[in-house]
């Protein structure tokens, strides 16, 4: 098969993922992402139907063995846990998302009226140059001494209560993309960067005519940071692919400009049968790709709806990423390799 990666547009992949980026979707808001989501399946033609508690699958036609490729829309962020006595907010993870990662960054809260304040994640005390020096060296802690300070005249909790603010509201963090020498660098290439590949591999699929082998939905899910975003599916499913970051290390193979073929998570393997599929449609087409495991703290929506009890086959890939869960940094490579493979295993 010849490398179906003469088809991968880098204008096409990018568009979409600022687009996805421009939109707040800390886990559990998923309303506004949602919107987008099927104004862009509308812009290319493509059915889809909505699930109850958020999520968008669309359907990309063929018949026989229906297979769901899935990536996920929503993000990391935080939430507001209490409004603090001098007006800061004392907030908690939404998914995986650490202190030494979140510190010193732009947000935005979003009240449950539909208000939207900035602010900035900080450090209490939050000037080293009058911090005493046993207090630099403390961890940084959500419970303890790590806030959320506004942009906005508050000294007190009445006076950050005046402005709608309170308790569980959500706390998103700014982006900041850009790209350099082939680099994107972001927060949320986990997953947004994926998503824009799937939808480019699909507006590749209408434009050219090109038939997926098989029956195949493609399944936004809005829940996978918190471990349920395919917890149900269509009932003919057979076989689910995930498309997620591909985590670099010291340990791991993953490369920033290659695509990942997942062999083990955190959980347990992936589909022997069908990850050896998706290794000779890799082979087959030319695609630059390496085998990896990820452990001891990953997983992917595949694992979700094995845990779930279908009855399906599961397997992963996705490009190598950089400082997963915190600024992230992957290569337009590694997204074209992961658009080949996705679209030389769909038309096989």
């Known amino acids: 098969m010849e490398n179906p990666a003469r088809y991968f547009e880098e204008s096409v992949v990018l568009d979409y993922f600022r687009r996805l980026l421009a939109v707040d979707s800390t886990t559990g808001q998923y309303e506004e992402i949602q919107t987008l989501l099927i104004k862009m399946l509308e812009e290319l033609g493509t059915p889809y139907i909505v699930t109850h508690k958020g999520g968008v699958i669309a359907d990309l036609g063929g018949e026989g063995h229906p297979l769901c490729v899935t990536a996920h829309l929503d993000d990391i962020g935080l939430m507001v846990r209490h409004v603090n006595a001098d007006g800061t907010l004392n907030v908690c993870p939404v998914g995986g998302l650490y202190p030494f990662y ?37 961890p940084g802690d959500f419970r303890k001494n790590v806030c959320v300070v506004l942009d906005e005249n508050v000294k007190s909790a009445a006076d950050t209560r005046a402005l709608g603010i309170e308790t569980g509201d959500m706390v998103a963090l700014e982006p900041r993309f850009t790209l350099s020498n082939g680099y994107l660098k972001s927060r949320f290439i986990d997953d947004k960067a994926c998503a824009a590949v799937l939808l480019a591999a ?132 590694g997204l074209k390799n992961t658009f080949a493979l996705l679209l030389a295993y769909l038309i096989s």
């Open 202 to 333: 699909m507006k590749a699929m209408k434009e050219r005519g090109l038939i997926p082998g098989r029956k195949t939905y493609a399944y936004f899910a809005m829940f996978e940071e918190i471990g349920h975003g395919t917890t149900w599916l269509p009932r003919d499913v057979e076989d689910l692919l995930a498309i997620d970051i591909a985590p670099t290390g010291p340990d791991q193979n993953s490369d920033e400009r290659k695509v990942s073929l997942f062999a083990k998570d955190s959980r347990f393997p992936y589909h022997w049968g069908m990850t050896n599929e998706l290794r000779a449609a890799a082979i087959g087409a030319g695609v630059d790709y390496v085998m990896d495991i990820f452990t001891p703290h990953y997983g992917t929506d595949g694992d979700a709806s094995v845990l779930a009890g279908y009855d399906i086959r599961h397997a992963a890939i996705g490009p190598g990423t950089a400082n997963s869960h915190g600024y992230e940094r992957t290569h337009l490579e």
């Open 102 to 138: 979140a510190v010193m960054e732009n947000v935005r809260v979003h009240t449950r009226e539909g208000r939207i304040y900035t602010g900035t994640v900080c450090r209490t005390p939050n000037s080293i140059h009058v911090t005493e020096e046993e207090l630099r060296s403390v």
